[in-house]
């Protein structure tokens, strides 16, 4: 309002600064609602008794997150006739797509709000802290949301791309959120603190790097930026199951329950990772080879490698007795002994596709 | 390219890292919250 006063824009130049505009003040009113979320919870020990109940922590962390998605919905609903009235918007695209950007872009901004106002709730100055932390992590959303919002009022851009952007931003960072909200107490909180947003804001400048500074590839064309996240993928399910490996090695040597908590730990990693590269190459080789999977070395090898280790999590999870752990771990050292064969599968095999 | 290539593999290494450290935290908590059910079982069979 004090803007619209100030400088009188026309509606021309409304459509052009309102995206800006429109998703600072909804930023500014969420930190002043988030700062409060879990305020509440740490009169009379409410946010302990939660912590000691049977719920997990990821389910109290999303209820969280959807009350306060909600209500920032609500406030959002309140503003947005002010912004129409004092800057006479009317939306050249489709409306439905202001609908999309703004669900999107307020759940970016309410899941990270969220888990920053979780993680900074016991320290000082709290209410400093959550805007320090959260408004460089939400910058990459912040931009794909001004930037659809001016797409869609001025008609001149298609806003598929940043809509598409915030998707999958909304999909990765509630992920992260979700895992690491699992960690919420003891001395480790202080290095959650440090190292989940350093990785996050890591993670988003390289996705900035790989979906728009890096060059189109000229055969494959932009499909081929599958790779930036299919290669390291495999690399880091690779890195798990050795850890997982030494680690099990470990166990039958040392019995060190500590061991046995890494290689668990590990697999299970190893298995997420591993499933995004099963995932990822297909998606790569349907435009690519024009067909979706073929029963190549490489693949083969893959795609048993990921079985084995899910053999192995179902073992751990399902085994009865009290030998489970050194079943597993006996069992995690045969089933490292395929890794090197995916790793050379394309040298070994001549039927691989990818030799070719 | 390349360079985008191997920020990336950084990136992913990093997160990699973190996953197993936070789900090695809690996998460790599990083992105490275990044996302490234990030790209590214990001393509940003792008296």
């Known amino acids: 309002m004090i803007f619209s006063f100030a400088f009188n824009p026309t509606a021309e130049e409304s459509r052009r600064i309102a995206g800006g505009l429109i998703w600072v003040a909804f930023l500014f009113a969420a930190v002043v609602a988030l700062n409060q979320t879990w305020a509440r919870e740490l009169r009379n020990q409410v946010l302990d008794a939660y912590r000691v109940s049977p719920a997990p922590p990821n389910a109290l962390f999303l209820a969280k997150t959807v009350g306060n998605f909600l209500f920032v919905v609500v406030l959002e609903i309140l503003m947005a006739p002010l912004f129409v009235v004092f800057y006479e918007l009317r939306s050249v695209g489709p409306v439905w797509q202001l609908l999309v950007v703004a669900l999107l872009g307020t759940w970016a901004l309410v899941v990270n709000g969220t888990f920053f106002a979780g993680l900074s709730i016991r320290t000082r100055n709290r209410e400093i802290m959550l805007p320090l932390l959260l408004f460089p992590i939400t910058i990459p959303a912040l931009l794909a949301m001004v930037d659809a919002t001016t797409s869609v009022l001025t008609g001149e851009a298609s806003p598929d791309f940043w809509i598409k952007l915030l998707a999958v931003y909304d999909i990765v960072f509630t992920a992260l959120a979700c895992c690491s909200s699992k960690v919420c107490s003891t001395r480790n909180e202080k290095l959650a603190l440090i190292s989940v947003p350093i990785t996050v804001a890591l993670l988003a400048y390289t996705s900035y790097l790989a979906l728009i500074v890096a060059p189109t590839e000229q055969t494959m064309g932009d499909v081929q930026r599958i790779f930036y996240y299919h290669v390291p993928s495999g690399w880091v399910a690779g890195l798990c199951f050795f850890i997982n490996f030494v680690a099990s090695a470990l166990y039958l040597w040392k019995r060190s329950p500590a061991s046995d908590a890494l290689a668990a730990a590990s697999a299970e990693v190893g298995v997420v990772f591993c499933a995004v590269l099963l995932i990822t190459g297909p998606l790569w080789a349907r435009p690519v080879w024009g067909i979706w999977w073929t029963w190549d070395a490489r693949l083969t090898t893959t795609l048993v490698l990921w079985l084995i280790y899910v053999s192995y999590l179902v073992l751990r999870r399902f085994a009865a007795g009290g030998q489970t752990q050194v079943l597993a771990a006996a069992f995690a050292i045969f089933g490292f002994a395929d890794v090197p064969i995916v790793y050379m599968s394309i040298r070994w095999f001549r039927t691989s596709i990818l030799r070719r | ?47």
């Not at chain 2, 105490?32 to 003792?46: F, I, M, N, R, Y």
């Open chain 2, 1 to 47: 390219m390349l360079h985008v290539f191997l920020i990336n593999l950084v990136a992913f290494t990093v997160l990699g890292i973190l996953f197993v450290w936070l789900r090695y935290q809690l996998q460790m908590q599990e083992q105490a919250l275990e044996s302490a059910h234990a030790q209590l079982a214990l001393k509940g069979v003792s008296r």
